[in-house]
């Protein structure tokens, strides 16, 4: 028999045991950190703001468990999200790889290839994975099956425009993607062998090139960026609110309880900076070299997770 999803995860970190141990302190205990899609070495990382250095990295051309002819699959990476209380990060990458990784000992305990520059992906309820690519213009599902790495199990394509975001809505039950000047709404058939979606409400968002989409920390709301402007995005009412701060050019967004910043990627570089920003400008954490594409705060995500 095949077990999929989060039905492996408590498993799995029984058999992590005390391997890791001493990384996962760092990062469980890190009270300012946060987890970065790092196109300069190809790698996702987490990086203590206090501390003001890398404390953890995932790269899959160290990876034991990627296959060598596979490690392209995740050039460029696109994103990176902390899930399952963030004991795990789901990554993307612009070669098209998708991987779910451990935090406790860095095992890639699923991944697959989108293609297509995949710019985002996200967990749904039952443990699959969907995921956005720009080029070609798709969503991708995938029976995520952890109980080994399986590159080449069931895949299910959905059209969107310019495919850059997915974000899981919990108490809705239903995947939001923001697809150019329009956002989509798709209901989830909770199969977990052939998993699809069906497209439920489409609603009209100002300006072009919708890019991130992330819920805003403790609010039933989503942060919403295009080309020249960031949002919040209200579910319920559908209706979209200017932020306040830096608009432009703005790659992801990310907030947090109480004293924690908004946080922004502003491409110094083409699409990428060595620097994350608070929304007004202020550098939050910089190291020369690195080629940061998007960053998050290191928090459990309630609006997906439940």
Request: hydrophobic residues 40%; aromatic residues 12%.
């Amino acid at each position: 028999m095949q077990y999929t999803g989060k039905y492996l995860i408590t498993f799995f970190l029984l058999l992590a045991g005390l391997k890791g141990v001493a990384q996962t302190d760092k990062v469980a205990g890190c009270r300012r950190c946060l987890v970065m899609a790092e196109q300069s070495q190809h790698r996702i990382a987490i990086a203590d703001v206090s501390a003001g250095k890398i404390i953890w990295e995932w790269n899959p051309a160290m990876a034991e468990d990627v296959k060598p002819e596979h490690v392209k699959w995740f050039s460029h990476p696109s994103e990176a999200k902390m899930v399952y209380g963030r004991r795990y990060v789901l990554m993307a990458a612009s070669g098209g790889g998708v991987a779910l990784v451990r935090i406790a000992d860095k095992k890639t305990v699923f991944y697959a290839y989108a293609g297509g520059n995949t710019h985002s992906a996200e967990l749904l309820p039952d443990g699959n994975i969907v995921s956005a690519s720009s080029t070609g213009n798709f969503l991708m599902l995938f029976r995520a099956d952890t109980s080994g790495t399986i590159v080449n199990g069931y895949t299910k394509k959905i059209p969107i425009a310019f495919g850059h975001n997915v974000v899981w809505d919990a108490r809705r039950s239903r995947l939001w993607t923001a697809a150019m000047d329009s956002m989509h709404v798709f209901r989830y058939n909770n199969n977990l062998q052939q998993p699809d979606l069906f497209q439920d409400t489409v609603m009209a968002l100002p300006g072009t090139e919708a890019h991130d989409l992330f819920p805003v920390f403790g609010a039933d709301k989503l942060w919403l960026t295009n080309a020249t402007h960031v949002y919040r995005f209200d579910p319920v009412t559908g209706k979209t609110l200017p932020a306040k701060g830096l608009q432009n050019d703005i790659k992801s967004v990310s907030s947090g309880p109480a004293g924690f910043p908004v946080i922004v990627i502003r491409p110094k570089v083409s699409w990428w900076t060595d620097e994350v920003l608070d929304a007004n400008g202020k550098s939050i954490f910089r190291e020369e070299g690195l080629k940061i594409y998007k960053a998050r705060w290191v928090l459990t995500d309630t609006f997906s997770e439940r």
